[in-house]
């Protein structure tokens, strides 16, 4: 049986920034790796792109250095700045070594992995927010010739059949994929719920250089008065586009999207949506309105003013009609998009951390088991803890409460 210090699950963004941070406090650790490293990154959408510019791709001891901060990298840039940030500080990394079961043991854990059995005082779960789609129960009332299609298995328009997509899902990945296939010549219509509406550009500047000038990113989880609801919060409706595109529910109607409610059920080919679109369309543009105004009002009180003008507003997302049921072959859609969020899954984790979700029960990133942690998830510690210029002040957190404990044992042992 091998033995380590910590091992760490999933060799992501996470994974990594946890690793330069051990390896900066001296302690012995491994990255247990299903695939190769950014695995995750490889099962994505062949024209994903950060939502974040460049300059935000930051991580700890390392960070974007080419010729074009204000672009967006695209999903094998992406890849391939995690795998130079693993090889620039020689990141202990073991692919294809898939973790099979995880248990507490004498003060440790056990760690069936690959061929082999590891003996490690800390283990920390680094898999990533976003790992399976989930899929609602009514899914399988859908006939089988009307094709399905979990947005974690969609890599290009040409995979899906001829004819119609309805879209369910208007978060990041929703939007981006109904804008591609209406791009792509298809019929789409989308079918929302709750969601998060922000311009690419506002005053100037991406809206996200704003959102970390304002500290909005890094604003904590225990300020939120729902945290269960804040860890679930609908991510941003961007897409990564150097032209200042916007991807929103106004944006797409009016290039051709049909917007739709939330669906409700489905009978045969009969699709049924709320009529909670007017609501939920009200209430985003109601936070963004919000949003808008504290960075108006910050960049007054530090008088930029003229150095970044206010622009000619924005547009309330339209009241248009909506449809309450289609019936989905008369319509000539032929296949359903699955957008409808992510869970996580830890089939190989026997460690009663679980709650009745499936998430890992956690307090800023340390569970109620001693030595088990997990990173990387949404909202975990702060507003950006799943983004990549996020994930590594979590990581130091992390890494200095491993260096805390082994400090603990040491003082233990004597």
């Not at 005053?203 to 970390?212: A, N």
Request: aromatic share 6%; net charge positive.
């Amino acid at each position: 049986m091998k033995s380590t210090n910590t091992i760490i699950i999933g060799a992501g963004q996470a994974g990594l920034a946890l690793s330069r941070c051990l390896q900066g406090f001296g302690l012995d650790h491994v990255v247990l790796e299903r695939g190769q490293a950014a695995q995750s990154w490889t099962e994505r959408w062949d024209s994903l792109r950060l939502l974040s510019p460049n300059w935000m791709t930051r991580l700890p001891g390392f960070r974007y250095s080419g010729s074009a901060p204000d672009g967006y990298m695209g999903r094998d840039e992406v890849i391939t700045y995690l795998q130079r940030y693993a090889a620039s500080f020689g990141a202990p990394v073991l692919e294809e070594t898939p973790v099979r079961r995880v248990r507490p043991a004498d003060g440790g854990f056990i760690v069936d992995a690959g061929g082999g059995t590891w003996r490690a005082e800390n283990v920390v779960i680094a898999t990533g927010h976003c790992q399976e789609t989930r899929i609602p129960g009514m899914a399988a009332f859908l006939p089988r010739r009307v094709e399905q299609v979990p947005a974690s298995r969609y890599r290009r328009p040409g995979q899906l059949p001829e004819g119609g997509v309805l879209v369910v899902g208007a978060s990041a990945t929703g939007v981006q994929l109904a804008d591609e296939l209406l791009r792509s010549g298809r019929e789409v219509t989308i079918a929302t719920g709750r969601h998060t509406r922000l311009p690419r550009r506002y005053r100037g500047k991406d809206i996200l250089y704003w959102l970390d000038w304002t500290g909005a990113l890094r604003r904590p989880l225990s300020d939120m008065p729902d945290r269960r609801a804040a860890a679930s919060e609908p991510s941003l409706q961007l897409v990564g586009d150097e032209a200042g595109r916007n991807v929103d529910l106004a944006a797409l109607s009016h290039r051709g999207v049909r917007l739709a409610g939330r669906l409700t059920s489905i009978d045969g080919v009969l699709a049924r949506f709320g009529d909670d679109l007017p609501s939920n369309a009200a209430s985003a543009d109601l936070q963004m309105g919000r949003l808008l105004e504290r960075i108006d009002r910050q960049i007054e009180a530090h008088g930029l003013g003229g150095r970044f003008p206010a622009g000619g507003g924005w547009e309330p997302t339209p009241r248009v009609a909506t449809p309450r049921e289609i019936d989905l072959e008369k319509a000539g859609i032929r296949c359903v998009l699955w957008a409808t969020g992510y869970r996580r899954s830890y089939p190989w984790l026997d460690a009663g951390v679980l709650d009745d979700r499936g998430e890992v029960v956690n307090e800023r990133g340390v569970t109620r088991v001693p030595g088990l942690f997990v990173l990387g998830l949404q909202f975990m510690i702060r507003r950006n803890s799943s983004l990549i210029d996020g994930v590594g002040e979590d990581a130091v957190e992390i890494a200095t409460a491993i260096r805390n404990r082994a400090g603990w044992r040491r003082r233990e042992a004597a």
